[in-house]
């Protein structure tokens, strides 16, 4: 009974994202047993010996390494995640964060520009950068919706918005705290690049969530945006760099 109860276990492996091998442990003692019985044949294979007598030895072995196969009963598995819910509500969470960050750096630069704070090619850059937030932005609302039909997903979008309002809430506050009550150029330009510096962060952070689904768009498309996201960065350092030399 004990031992009918051991060969039920089995061992999964990772393949691709949801692709799981399946061996159990009844197969893996059957091909340790072929290994041990045919040891000899196995080292002639490695040694690689060229005379007729090898030659046979390889087509035996060849043989094993078949019967190994069929052995392993194997077959692809399409298995659940076993973390699946906590990957989508990590997944709503990080898309609302990244959502609620462009939305608060467009709203900075904004603002940074009302206060006169950034000027001339600071102020340029400022814009592009404002621009491609707001493109951004878009780009994740599409990878959240997405991942709204798709079946294995359902994402809630309405949590995906809750997460966006609650960290844009945040980052503004944090904006208020950092710039004080008389703020210059350079604390400007070091508050992008703070912001900035988030944003890379999180986007690394929702790159490795999106790689725990199979969907090549969405993943591509975040890969995408955390490129520009590190040029952004890139750009605040040497503005702020440049407001000082
Ligand atoms: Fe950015």
């Given at each position: 009974m004990v031992i009918y109860n051991l060969c039920k276990i089995c061992i999964y492996f990772r393949f691709f994202h949801h692709v799981y091998i399946k061996i159990n442990l009844h197969d893996i003692s059957k091909i340790l047993n072929l290994i041990v019985i045919n040891l000899e044949l196995i080292f002639i294979y490695l040694a690689g010996n060229k005379n007729a007598q090898c030659r046979s030895h390889r087509k035996a072995i060849k043989k094993i390494i078949f019967l190994l196969l069929s052995y392993l009963n194997f077959y692809r598995y399409k298995i659940s995640v076993p973390n699946k819910k906590e990957n989508i509500e990590n997944l709503q969470k990080k898309l609302g964060e990244v959502l609620g960050l462009e939305r608060a750096a467009q709203k900075a630069v904004t603002e940074l520009i009302s206060m006169k704070l950034l000027k001339s090619d600071s102020k340029t850059d400022a814009e592009e950068i404002q621009g491609e937030a707001s493109t951004h932005e878009e780009k994740i609302q599409e990878v959240a919706s997405i991942f709204s039909d798709d079946k294995d997903v359902k994402l809630d979008i309405s949590k995906v918005e809750e997460s966006a309002k609650e960290t844009e809430e945040k980052a503004t506050k944090i904006m208020k705290t950092y710039l004080g009550e008389e703020p210059d150029t350079s604390e400007a330009l070091e508050f992008l690049c703070l912001a900035e510096g988030g944003e890379v962060a999180h986007y690394e952070v929702l790159q490795a969530i999106c790689?725990?689904?199979?969907?090549k768009k969405a993943l591509s498309t975040v890969k995408s945006i955390l490129k520009e996201e590190q040029k952004h960065l890139t750009q605040c350092i040497d503005m702020a760099k440049a407001a000082v030399s």
């Open positions: 790689g725990n689904f199979d969907n």
